[in-house]
């Protein structure tokens, strides 16, 4: 099992950065597993795995069920298919007008036979890669939306 915890800011507004995460594109996006997503009813959507690891997590997409609390400025999500189960939230801080606290608290697991290896390298590859996927999620909203003529 990997345990992945982070506390970052986003120079947005809350507004802008929930906007972001209640799309399930965008969310299934910070994650490198998967490619695309199909929304389903019920705040569930299905979320296809890249072809490079269909064979490796035992499936081609999962379900993913996500709770949108706005009050409580959070998401939970919970995403399960073949090998492989994602569960965890992401709050939100509003510390200025625009600038946006994230915590994350995401737990990877990997089941079967290989979980005792895959496991233990999952964890390190999600140490190793924080900051590329704090940066990855601030440069798809910091960016400015691109004007139409």
Known sequence: MAVFKSAFEIRAEFERVWA???QPEKLAN?????????VLENGESKWFVKPSLVNFLKS????????YLLEEKKVDFSVK??????????EFVESEPKLTGVMTDIIINI??????VLNPLIDKE???NEENFI????????QPEPTQV
Request: charge should be negative; charged fraction near 25%; avoid cysteine.
């Open 20 to 22: 972001y995460f209640s």
């Open 30 to 38: 910070t994650f490198f597993f998967f490619e695309k997503v199909e």
């Open 60 to 67: 081609d997409h999962m379900i993913a069920s996500v709770k």
């Open 81 to 90: 298919g073949g090998i492989l189960s994602i569960e965890g939230f992401i």
């Open 111 to 116: 089941s079967g036979v290989l979980a005792a």
């Open 126 to 128: 999600m140490r190793e």
């Open 135 to 142: 940066l990855n999620i601030r440069k798809n909203i910091e």
